[in-house]
DNA sequence: CTCATATTCGACACAGTGTTGATAAATTAC
DNA sequence: GTAATTTATCAACACTGTGTCGAATATGAG
């Protein structure tokens, strides 16, 4: 009665992605998720909303799996620019925000739709503390090594609460932006000023007291 | 057929109250937002559901109501440690941050309704807006105010942008540390955070460029 | 071809929203 | 005081969206 072994790839997986695909296209295209419902979702991807629930729970799954997917590839892209050796801090911090500020301008949708879901599912407010949870330990080393570099000394734990607290800033301007629909513009401006509030957070501290 | 004058006091002045108080016990005792409708909204309220949609839209309409009665005690709160004369700017600049962060620990549950909310209903979402937009405008010319002391000169449409940017952070970090029921320790841990970072970012800038 | 498993979807039960219209209660005019 | 008028209440309805069930269909291994 065990069930026989499978060998070729199922239909059902390519049909998953044809879900996401179809929400990640619904997404770029401006469709807002809160509005979003499972018929359209299903429709759109060319099955019908029963079988939607074949696939997942819930919209906010889905939505889920489609930032699972390119969770990799957003961190990647700031990760690496932070892992420099801190010739010139302010240069990489810049470059590192700069990198975070592209993701979301191109994914601005898909950003968009993740933070606002993030509010109304549990699920996703867990994977996006664990996703900004992901930056905050590289970000946290960094700050360590670079105030190494100025010769002064600070606990790990408190870096990363700094990196913490700043991530989290970044992401709610970040998606103000996207939901103001910004100009490329005022994208350069908002970069501008985080970097400034970064800089003044990492670089410019006076000696820690207490 | 012009409607008659009317003199007194309306009944429905009082029943709408007792919706803005239910609203407000509710949220206090810790109810989730997303998760009230407006069967128990009326219920709490000693109401039935229809009676409920005499008095407002939906309860997004209710929330916002809220959260402008309790809107000129917030911002008085903030804004009145701010219009010192920077004598000491790094106190200053603390006190003003620890009004926020005790309103936040105070109000916790309204607060977070609110910030949760907004992300759904286009309503509350202007009115978190222009919420934050009252904070910018003093907070603008204090920084302004701060450099001037410090020789320095800055433009006040920067130093709104600076503001606006950090409120922003701030606003992400306290919805974060409301949800997560955060002890009155970890409470005070985010309020030296978020000085340090206003400090960098306000206080210890190095000459502009550009 | 046969059969177990995977996939699909019509039909249903349910939960919540927002409106309507008939009624009752309060207020005002005289 | 009482008739006229406006304000307030709520049962009943129509509607939108969710999630499930079970019967029907497709798929692939042997």
Redesign the pocket.
Known sequence: ?????????????A?RRELLNALRRLLADGQDFG?????AL?KAA??????F???F???YEALGAVVAEVRSELIEGAEILFSGRHEDPFAELQQALQGVVETWQKEAGLMQAFAQAASNDPGLWQQMESFVEDFVEPTGRSIVAIHEQQGRTTDLETARQLARTLLWGNERNLYRAAVGHYSPEQWAELLQTLTAIWAGAVLYQPEASS
Chains 1, 2 share one sequence.
């Open positions: 009665m065990r069930p026989r072994g499978r060998k070729k790839e199922l239909k059902g997986d049909r509005e979003l419902n499972v018929a299903a060319d099955m019908s909303r029963p079988t629930y074949f696939y729970e819930s919209k």
